[in-house]
């Protein structure tokens, strides 16, 4: 027992991550805790969601299953699972199959290279980026195969529409990734990296956050990125491939059940994939706000208390939820559920505030705040925005992005390298 | 649908397409579908994501009204037309009763004209805000539905203290009014006006200059003020298209001349101007409210009509501006107590007729707004 907490120990204390370090145990307990945490994030989004649109819809969203709803997911979910599965009977049946593993595959192998902090990534590859773009785009093979596998009109429409959006979208996000990795070569030695760990430390070395670098030029290329990868992942507005009203549903049309929900399972994982990779290239992955103007012991302990007030912020709705839910005695289990949640929350935030667990739970805090902040922006859009029609899209992908992206990466290049133009060719 | 005599002044003919051509894919949009807004079926000719031609297949919800007419007493049937467009269910009998008032040579009394024009421009507006909320819900934008039915419940709450029923109201009777106003009706009607007119700004603020919403409504549907004319397309369509008949200025019915009010038109007689004549329209609803609610008279809600109901031998076309359009009732009496025959010109109906005008040569989306921005309903287009 002692040994295994040396162990522990020894790795917590070393500063690789579990898969450059070789160390497969690791790796494993990694793989693990991200895939649960995923699962934890899509239910709790699904849950937000709901929760968040009614709201700005004048509505209340779920509140029967559970305290204020929030056994809902779980109940959809179970309710997904016992459903009938159901194969039209004109399907390519293999192909039918497989597309949903495909395009569940692709949103969570990405993940592998999501830097949560310093350290705590399940690998650090030196093609991190390059490894999670060519994953992410792998899921529209997926989309097709379940477009054209249905047999049916609208799937197709839908798969075929996905499928050049998909594509049309890539060549823009990946002119602003490469505008951002042009920008960790800026430093002495001129060496830029393609490890995610490494462009947030390029930025941590630069002291800046690549949003604000060459303003506006990093904010122009997070903008086109922002854009591309709502686009990416197909939500509103630029939702075209599952239009309901259009497609009714696009290329899982035909699909339910746990085929379905597959589907819905990557859709919000590939999200918050790309909404890591935002956050990682343009807002500090790890880094809390501020690091080079609040600085200091001070600072640096008002920032790591953030973890627990947040958690103990929630717990205190939590309580105030409590103590408005009626009285009634039907209510009495819902009430005592929202209270022990509460409790669990405000415990995990007590537990937080212990300087051992503080200062190591810090970066994967931020990090997560971050995406968390991504979360909110696609539910707002998509209660804000109308569908953009199908050539409009491609009209503002090819036409506007992709220029912007070009000009953007020729602009950050020339101001990137504008001390060595100075010495070498321009001499007024 | 297709009438080669109403049709000629229009280039309908589908273009000559290759036998076997393998770039067209029919499509069957509906009877259930999420945004053809009940049971229309059209039959789509799509090249890719273009519209090469479609066809409209109707008569899902028939449920024979104007036959069940000739079976039922001229009272008898008065709440049956409130279940043909559903939404605007007191402009229905408000033209039908209007109608057969006017085949018994009687007229309401003024008080009951006041109140008339109140709820049926009410109902003009809670129509309207429910063709905002699910056109914008049609092109993605899910919020404008929440807050037109936030807004629309305060109109059909007046309208339930008014009679007891939301949606078919049956509020008139042939001659007058069903109910005598209830005590605080005024003050219901004008809270409501202060309660409403900013809320339009508030759906305008989400929509008018987003430009998303810009980009998918203008050169969207687009309809010449000629075709609508040889389509017999009316109402807000029509009006959007720079033709300015309102049968309310035209042709005044029940009391409409003592109001001042403007006719919103659009130049353009797209999908935008035609979201913008409406919303005109619902705020030139609450000017006529206005003076409508200011200058309710007193005196009786009911003309002198005989109990039973029996017009004598003769026809009548009685036609008014339903939210939707003209509205039109011809009543053929035999002077017994069963009107002989009775034949609605259903605006919604007509309307669909240029669809296959408006998306040709769109896109699919696009076929899916100019459904919205029609404004049918099925109840209406069936019957």
């Given at each position: 027992?002692h ?20 160390n497969?145990?690791w ?15 899509v ?37 997904l ?35 949560f ?9 030196n ?9 992410s785009?792998l ?22 529409r ?14 602003a ?14 060496t ?23 303003f ?29 009203s ?28 790309v ?49 408005r ?33 503080r ?30 029609r ?6 503002v ?32 | 649908?297709?009438d ?19 770039n ?30 479609l066809?409209c297949?109707i ?5 024979g ?48 004209q ?51 029923a ?44 987003n ?15 000629k ?27 029940a ?9 919103p ?14 919303m005109?329209?619902?705020?030139q ?31 009548i ?23 002989y ?16 005008v ?26």
């Amino acid at each position: 027992m002692h040994a295994f907490i040396q162990y522990i120990q020894s790795y917590l204390d070393s500063n690789q991550t579990p898969g450059a370090a070789g160390n497969v145990f690791w790796a494993f307990i990694y793989i693990l805790l991200v895939f649960v945490g995923l699962s934890v994030a899509v239910i709790a989004m699904n849950w937000l969601e709901r929760k968040i649109l009614a709201h700005m819809q004048v509505r209340l969203g779920p509140m029967r299953v559970g305290p204020h709803g929030l056994l809902q997911p779980i109940a959809d979910a179970l309710k997904l699972l016992i459903k009938e599965d159901i194969m039209p009977a004109e399907a390519d049946g293999f192909v039918f199959w497989v597309a949903p593993f495909i395009v569940v595959l692709a949103a969570f192998t990405v993940f592998v290279v999501v830097p949560f902090g310093p350290t705590h990534a399940i690998t650090d590859m030196n093609i991190g980026i390059l490894f999670m773009l060519g994953v992410s785009s792998l899921s529209v093979l997926g989309i097709v195969m379940a477009g054209w596998a249905s047999n049916s009109h609208y799937p197709l429409i839908g798969a075929l529409r996905s499928s050049a959006q998909m594509v049309s979208y890539e060549v823009a996000m990946g002119l602003a990734v490469v505008s951002a990795i042009l920008m960790t070569s800026l430093n002495e030695q001129g060496t830029g990296t393609l490890s995610m760990i490494g462009i947030v430390q390029a930025q941590q070395t630069q002291g800046m956050w690549f949003i604000f670098k060459f303003f506006p030029l990093g904010l122009i290329a997070f903008f086109i990125f922002a854009v591309a990868m709502i686009a990416e992942t197909n939500r509103a507005p630029f939702d075209l491939p599952e239009a309901e009203s259009e497609l009714t549903a696009g290329f899982h049309t035909e699909y339910s059940g746990f085929r379905w929900s597959l589907f819905f399972l990557a859709e919000y994982s590939a999200m918050i994939a790309v909404s890591s990779i935002a956050v990682t290239l343009w807002l500090g992955g790890w880094l809390r706000p501020f690091p080079n103007f609040l600085t200091g012991p001070t600072w640096d302990l008002v920032f790591s208390l953030f973890p627990g007030f947040t958690f103990l912020f929630l717990a205190g709705m939590c309580f105030y939820s409590t103590a408005r839910m009626p009285k009634h005695p039907l209510f009495r289990i819902q009430t005592m559920g929202l209270a022990g949640f509460g409790a669990a929350l405000a415990l995990i935030g007590l537990v937080l505030f212990h300087p051992q667990v503080r200062l190591r739970i810090e970066d994967i805090y931020w990090f997560c705040a971050k995406v968390a902040a991504f979360m909110y922006l696609y539910i707002w859009y998509r209660g804000t925005f109308p569908r953009y029609r199908f050539d409009q899209l491609m009209k503002v992908g090819w036409k506007i992005l992709l220029p912007m992206g070009l000009g953007v990466l020729i602009l950050t290049a020339t101001v990137g390298l504008w001390p060595l133009i100075k010495q070498t060719i321009w001499h007024p | 649908m297709t009438d080669p005599n109403t049709l000629s002044p229009l280039d309908l003919e589908t273009p000559e397409k290759p036998f076997l051509d393998a770039n067209e894919l029919v499509i069957n949009m509906g009877p259930q579908h999420p945004a053809t807004h009940g049971v229309l079926r059209v039959i789509l000719r799509l090249d890719g994501e273009k519209v090469l031609g479609l066809e409209c297949v109707i008569g899902y919800l028939h449920r024979g009204v104007e036959k069940i007419a000739e079976n039922r007493t001229y009272t008898m049937f008065n709440p049956y037309v409130d279940r043909m467009d559903y939404v605007a269910a007191v402009s229905n009998g408000l033209g039908y009763c209007e109608a057969v008032e006017k085949l018994l040579s009687v007229e309401a009394p003024p008080r009951a004209q006041y109140i008339r024009v109140i709820l049926t421009e009410l109902n003009r507006i809670a129509s309207h805000q429910l063709w905002l909320g699910t056109h914008a819900l049609d092109i993605g934008a899910i919020t404008p539905l929440f807050y037109t039915f936030r807004d629309r419940e305060e109109i059909l709450k007046i309208f339930e203290k008014y009679c007891g029923a939301r949606l078919t109201t049956h509020a008139f009777r042939i001659g007058g009014l069903q109910y005598e106003a209830y005590d605080g009706f005024e003050k219901d009607v004008k809270n409501f006006l202060l309660f409403f007119a900013p809320k339009i700004d508030e759906y305008e603020e989400l929509l008018t200059t987003n430009r998303i919403w810009l980009e998918r409504t203008k050169k969207v549907g687009i309809i010449s003020g000629k075709d609508c004319i040889a389509l017999g397309v009316t109402g807000p369509v029509l009006r959007a298209s720079g033709v300015k008949w309102d049968i309310r200025k035209a042709q005044p019915y029940a009391n409409y001349k003592n109001f001042d009010f403007e006719i919103p038109t659009g130049q353009n007689g797209d999908t935008y101007d035609r979201y913008l004549v409406r919303m005109a329209e619902m705020r030139q609803s609450l000017r006529i409210i206005q003076q409508a609610v200011d200058g309710i008279p007193e005196g009786p809600i009911i003309a002198k009509v005989p109990k039973v109901i029996k017009p004598p031998v003769g026809e009548i076309y009685h036609s008014i501006e339903a939210p939707k359009g003209e509205l039109g009732y011809f009543i053929v009496s035999d002077g017994s107590t069963q009107p002989y025959r009775v034949r609605v010109r259903p605006p919604s109906f007509v309307n669909l007729q240029a669809l296959d005008v408006m998306c040709r040569g769109q896109l699919v989306a696009d076929v899916i707004a100019v459904i919205g921005t029609l404004d049918i309903v099925l109840g209406e287009v069936d019957r």
